[in-house]
Nanobody
Framework: QVQLVESGGGLVQAGGSLRLSCTAS????????MGWFRQAPGKEREFVAA????????NYADAVKGRFTISRDNAKNTVYLQMNSLKPEDTDVYYC?????????????????WGQGTQVTVSS
């Protein structure tokens, strides 16, 4: 069992930046690929970014490419999502997720552990 706790969400103006963090409870964090997803009320969970266990492979949704950066620090059991040039349409609850696959999947059903989510609100 892996427990994931997100932090760093909040309210920011359009064009601003936020950095989300997700800390895992297990020391085997480095064996998990990690992903970030987002979800608005009444909508399906949407892929944002993912990173392999080593950090050597990343994957981004087209909507965030060039603006968001995913990274990880295995010594701290933490994955980050740096979000720059934020837009009002980035407003959502953001979730981190973990899987033990040797790839970086973009679908929510490939991930087995989820955090509780953190709200990001971008005002225009």
């Amino acid at each position: 069992q892996v427990q994931l706790v997100e932090s760093g969400g909040g309210l920011v103006q359009a064009g601003g930046s936020l950095r989300l963090s997700c800390t895992a409870s297990r020391r085997t964090f480095s064996s998990y690929a990690m992903g970030w997803f987002r979800q608005a009320p009444g909508k399906e969970r949407e892929f944002v970014a993912a990173i392999s266990w080593s950090g050597g492979t990343t994957n981004y949704a087209d909507a965030v490419k060039g603006r968001f950066t995913i990274s990880r620090d295995n010594a701290k059991n933490t994955v980050y999502l740096q979000m720059n040039s934020l837009k009002p349409e980035d407003t959502d609850v953001y979730y981190c997720a973990a899987n033990r696959l040797p790839v970086v999947p973009t679908t929510a059903n490939a991930y087995i552990y989820w955090g509780q989510g953190t709200q990001v609100t971008v005002s225009s």
